[in-house]
């Protein structure tokens, strides 16, 4: 049997509130060739065209939202009044007797006169039913009743229209869009509760002005909207004077009415009339309850949509992460890409992974009790991502007079470098930013457009020293053009009060892509972005990029607060919020130290041990995190602990294996000089035969010749010259002669050692224009118990490798001088060459290790300085900054005089 009706068929219009009823008489009707049309609610009933039906159906126990019954609702209806009326209790049982009883009916309609037929078919209505006889008030009626069913059938179209929209803002938008029109109002306004329902929000608006609508939001305790809410109730206003609806806001007239959900009130709808003197009636507020209670359905329908939009991309995002954190297994990519999917997940703003001292090492240790010591001694960051945009209330501030230097770039319309090895107080803001974020190098550059006055200046730090040192005038005015354009949106989104921003608007990806195209053009890591304030302060606004730490330097840790620490000792996560009451003053200023409105932290556990910890941030807004954005949060750790362990094996192994080669490599340089010392110790001695002869010869000729003639001044001049070459030789012998542990320890004097290294490479030291100076404080004498020759080979060392620093460098100049302070002699080696960087100090006295290409350098030279030294009772230290000078300093226990 075919359920479509005839294209002639008999429509009939079901009136019932029960979904399984109407299912039931639907397919009894429709299989007997009638076509039925569903109205679940009175509303949706009287709003229907009831000239298109031949019969209607009703469930007479339903009620309007007035508390009517449907009955009472049909007698007052024009065109409804007029249908005739089957209830629902005269239906019967069977399906024989619904049919008969439909067809009786129908039969019974076309026989009867007008007045007859609704007599009939209203059996028990009054006589109020009858038609009025006054022509005059007949007209007034119709006319009413047609303006009640115009606005009933157009407020049905809203509804089936914003059920048919998914997205909230749209829902909210159409639903103050048609308040307005259905009460004929000035102002609409929408309102939503924050998380605690303490304030009203709003979300939605259409006739207020930006002025007022950015600072419009109402405490629940208000006596008209907030009564609303509270009480779940309408609220009319149709005084004579004006009305308060909240501080500095009054109107003449207004409608107020509740959004109920499943029987809780979720939010307020209201139309205001401001300036004109219209009022609104009972039937303005029975239109605005009808439209609340489909919005309330809308904004529940688009609210679930969006869960499950949420959902579906967590899903994907899962999926995405896992795919990228296992396509590498470079750590710093691997930290780098986690942070990124993090931010991407939570809608986060910035996100730090902590790691504990002793999992960085490979130590299993006990959970950690003393807040303390963990605070100060346990964590060190590991990379951190930024995409940050600050509300002004939230913003952190800068007095300008605090950056004399930038003041001066912005009159010279010039930029400026810092690196953290200058000591310009004028810098001291500076430095201290580059200290605290473990930057190698700041570039400052005021923002402006044209001529006109600076807007504001971006910082960039530089983590990386393969950047460029300095900025072209074309990157220049890209940086700045792109600052301009994050400028403009910046001042095109809400500000600080406006609450639709505080709620749901969060800045476009686009910013952010601006953002990046600057750091692509300035080769930097991360930037911050600030604007002038008209009292002479810096503003934050933007912060954007990422760093990781794996290598020292790293920024300044500080103490975690007590309420952290539990990550440590078991607890799942940590999560806070700064409105907060029972926040101490120690997490408080954490989390501004951060520049963060919320904080969650979160474990990372590898291998059954807790590692570290992931602190993720949300500047924008001031909420705690969603029960379900913390489990994706988890999941999404969880993926990161497998793949970070896995890259730190990688890179474990990477290194291994270079240092390996590395050992190999020097193994065979040191058997090549070992071989080199052994041939130089031949040559040496082959050439001390002749000197022999030379010095004898000349010495006999010297006996022989007159002291005034000048053959003598010639044979003079043969014996010096072989002498020298004679010490050379001898010298030469003494440091290619191989170490032996147990040479005996003799009494030397140490400036004669410096002495005798300075005649053998004092020619080599003065080439290329480099210039040497000597201090030595040869009083009173130094003596020192060493093994023969070992003194030299340390002097030897260091003199070259500061000759080797100053090669090509303008104004070259090295020097060894000495000092003496009672026992102690301290001897410095120093040169004015490029400097040595802060993370290789700590590697140069390791065996094997080198900065000089491949082939020049074995990475033994320091460290045989170092035995050295520290066998005859010394010390060696390094005193070295990136472009100032470096100095070795040997410090030795000495004696005015060989002693017994």
Not at 510 to 516: H, K, T, V, Y
Not at 573 to 592: E, G, I, K
Not at 609 to 633: K, N, Q, V, W, Y
Not at 844 to 872: H, N, R
């Amino acid at each position: 049997m075919s359920l479509v009706p005839p294209l002639n068929a008999k429509r009939i219009l079901l009136v019932e509130e029960n979904p399984s009823i109407v299912e039931q008489l639907q397919a009894l009707l429709r299989s007997n060739g009638y076509e039925v049309e569903n109205a679940y609610n009175c509303g949706d009933a009287l709003a229907a065209r009831h000239e298109r039906f031949v019969l209607a159906i009703v469930n007479p126990n339903m009620r309007h939202r007035d508390g009517r019954t449907i009955i009472d609702h049909i007698r007052e209806h024009y065109s409804f009044s007029r249908l005739p009326i089957l209830r629902t209790s005269e239906l019967g049982e069977s399906g024989a007797q619904i049919l008969a009883a439909v067809a009786q009916r129908l039969e019974g309609g076309r026989q009867a006169a007008p007045q007859a037929k609704r007599a009939a078919n209203t059996q028990d209505f009054s006589a109020a039913d009858t038609p009025l006889e006054d022509p005059t008030i007949r007209t007034r009626t119709i006319n009413e009743q047609r303006k009640q069913l115009a606005a009933l059938r157009t407020l049905s179209e809203l509804g089936r229209s914003i059920a048919a929209v998914l997205d909230l803002d749209k829902v909210l938008n159409q639903v103050v869009e048609a308040a307005a029109m259905l009460t004929n109002a000035e102002e609409s306004l929408l309102l939503l509760p924050d998380a605690e329902e303490e304030t009203l929000y709003l979300r939605a608006m259409k006739g207020l002005d930006e002025a007022r609508a950015s600072n419009f939001r109402i405490k629940n305790t208000e006596p008209i909207v907030g009564s609303v809410f509270r009480s779940g109730e309408p609220i009319l206003v149709n005084q004579g004077s004006p009305q308060r609806v909240k501080t500095e806001y009054f109107v003449r007239s207004a409608v107020y009415v509740p959004m109920r959900l499943k029987g809780q009130v979720i939010g307020v709808l209201g139309v205001n009339n401001r300036r004109s003197n219209r009022t609104f009636s009972q039937a303005d507020q029975e239109l605005l309850l009808d439209l609340a209670a489909h919005a309330a359905v809308a904004i529940e329908n688009a609210r679930l949509y969006h869960e499950r939009v949420v959902q579906t991309r967590r899903l994907e995002t899962l999926v995405e992460a896992g795919m990228a954190v296992n396509s590498t297994l470079a750590l710093q990519h691997v930290l780098l890409t986690i942070s990124r999917q993090v931010l991407k997940a939570l809608e986060a703003n910035a996100c730090f992974i902590k790691q504990r001292l002793s999992a960085s090492t490979g130590e299993r240790t006990s959970l950690p009790n003393d807040t303390a010591v963990l605070a100060e001694n346990e964590l060190f960051l590991l990379s951190q991502a930024w995409q940050a945009v600050w509300q002004p209330d939230h913003a952190l501030r800068t007095p300008l007079e605090m950056r004399p230097t930038l003041r001066q770039a912005i009159e010279q319309n010039g930029y400026y470098i810092v690196a953290r090895e200058q000591g310009s107080a004028r810098l001291s803001t500076e430095l201290q930013m580059l200290r605290q974020t473990a930057a190698l190098r700041l570039t400052v550059l005021p923002l402006r457009v044209g001529n006109s006055k600076p807007f504001g200046v971006v910082d960039l730090f530089h983590r990386s020293q393969k950047s460029e040192d300095t900025l072209n005038s074309e990157a220049r005015a890209r940086i700045r053009g792109l600052a301009a354009e994050i400028y403009a949106r910046l001042r095109a989104l809400p500000n600080a009060r406006t609450v639709s921003f505080q709620a749901s608007e969060r800045p476009s990806p686009e910013l952010f892509n601006l953002a990046q195209q600057i750091l692509e053009t300035a080769q930097a890591d991360w930037l911050v972005l600030s604007l002038f304030t008209e009292n002479d302060q810096l503003m934050r606004v933007l912060q954007y990029g990422t760093a990781e730490f794996l290598e020292p330097p790293r920024p300044e840790e500080t103490a975690l607060p007590a309420e952290i620490v539990p990550i440590f000792q078991g607890q799942a996560w940590v999560n806070y919020h700064t409105r907060q009451s029972d926040l101490s003053a120690s997490l408080r200023d954490f989390m501004m130290s951060h520049g963060a409105q919320s904080i969650l932290c979160l474990p990372l556990i590898i291998k059954g041990t807790i590692s570290g910890m992931f602190i993720i941030c949300d500047m924008h807004e001031s909420r705690l995190f969603h029960p379900d954005e913390i489990s994706l949060a988890t999941a999404l750790i969880a993926q990161a602990a497998t793949a970070i362990e896995n890259a730190r094996l990688y890179r474990d192994l990477e290194r291994s294996l270079a240092n390996l080669k590395q050992t190999q490599a020097s193994l065979v340089q040191a058997a090549r000089l070992s071989t080199m010392g052994e041939l130089a110790a031949v040559v040496a001695h082959q050439i001390n035969n002749p000197l022999t002869t030379i010095l004898a010869d000349s010495e006999l000729l010297m006996q022989d010749l007159p002291s005034d003639s000048p053959q003598y001044e010639s044979a003079v001049a043969i014996n010096r010259s072989g002498q020298r070459a004679h010490a050379v030789v001898k010298r030469l012998l003494s440091t290619a002669r191989r170490s032996n542990p147990e040479d005996k320890a003799v009494w030397v004097d140490v400036h004669q050692t410096i002495r005798n290294t300075l005649d053998l490479i004092s020619t080599h030291l003065g080439r290329g224009g480099v210039r040497l100076e000597v201090q030595l404080e040869t009083e009173p004498p130094s003596y020192i118990r060493a093994p023969s020759g070992h003194l030299e080979d340390v002097w030897l060392n260091l003199l070259m490798n500061a000759r080797d620093a100053l090669n090509n460098r303008p104004n070259a100049a090295m020097g060894v001088l000495s000092r003496r302070s009672q026992s102690q002699l301290d001897i410095l080696v120093w040169d004015n060459g490029g400097g040595i960087p802060p993370e290789l100090r700590e590697s140069i006295f390791e065996p094997f290790f080198t900065t000089k290409p491949s082939g020049e350098g074995t990475g033994l030279g320091l460290y045989i300085c170092k035995q050295v030294i520290t066998q005859i009772g010394g010390r060696i230290s390094v005193e070295s900054a990136i472009g100032q000078a470096t100095v070795f300093r040997v410090s030795l226990p000495v004696s005015a005089a060989p002693q017994d």
